[in-house]
């Protein structure tokens, strides 16, 4: 079974506004982290957020927040005032375990577009 | 900030032969993992190795093998290559099961 997945292989946002990138994941493990990086066509993986199960509040990085429904087991990325470089894969991916070592296991990501 | 070192940053081999990726991780990191990601596609775990003992095992086929030396850097060799092995190879280190960091990749190409 699918243990991260994201619905939506591809985003466009106006320059400036602010979009939502979903992610829903799939786990038994009470604990567990959760992680967003961003791919751009240079073929980098950048590490932007990180959640983990047992935070009370929201993660934030800047213009990063992911917005995380634990119930609805959903760690939706929010970029707020889209900027031309966000252009990019973004990739969701969840780590089981508390404070294991356990690889990450990475969604099908959602390729974003700015447009100006 | 030191970030993960990887090298070659590009590859190119013929069928059948061998490459060998090398990656440093970042001090004092003491987890190394390796992915692969091909062409359009999510990345994919390979191995990992904690304290220079291997930790876990995915995806990885059998003609592919990889160690951690004493100076924590890895290296992972692939033998017999196929076509089908043309990917980015990544690394990517943690410390005490926190974040993930991931180096720039090696583009392997095999002809």
């Known amino acids: 079974a699918q243990k991260i997945t994201q619905t939506q292989p591809g985003m466009f946002v106006q320059e400036k506004e602010a979009v939502t990138l979903d992610c829903t994941y799939d786990t038994s493990d009470p604990s567990y982290g959760l992680f967003w990086y961003k791919q751009p066509s240079s073929g980098e993986m950048i590490f932007l957020i990180y959640q983990g199960s047992y935070d009370q509040q929201n993660a934030t990085e800047g213009r990063y927040s992911l917005n995380f429904q634990k119930a609805r087991k959903s760690a939706n990325l929010v970029i707020s005032a889209s900027q031309l470089g966000d252009s990019a894969m973004y990739f969701c991916?969840?780590?089981?375990?508390?404070?294991?070592?356990?690889?990450?296991?990475f969604g099908k990501g959602t390729r974003l577009s700015v447009i100006a | 900030a030191a970030g993960v070192i990887q090298s070659p940053r590009h590859l190119i081999k013929e069928k059948r032969e061998t490459a060998t990726l090398k990656c440093y991780p970042i001090?004092?990191?003491?987890?190394v993992y390796w992915y692969q990601q091909g062409p359009g596609q999510d990345p994919q775990f390979l191995i990992s190795f904690y304290e220079k003992m291997q930790s876990d095992k995915g995806s990885i086929p059998d003609r592919f093998s990889a160690q951690q030396f004493s100076d924590y850097h890895s290296e992972l060799n692939m033998s017999s290559l196929e076509l089908g092995d043309s990917a980015l190879y990544f690394c990517?280190?943690?410390?005490?099961?926190?974040?993930?960091?991931f180096g720039s990749g090696t583009q392997l190409s095999v002809l």
């Open positions: 001090p004092r990191h003491d987890t």
């Open positions: 990517a280190s943690s410390s005490h099961g926190e974040k993930l960091f």
């Open positions: 991916a969840m780590r089981e375990g508390e404070g294991g070592n356990t690889p990450l296991v």
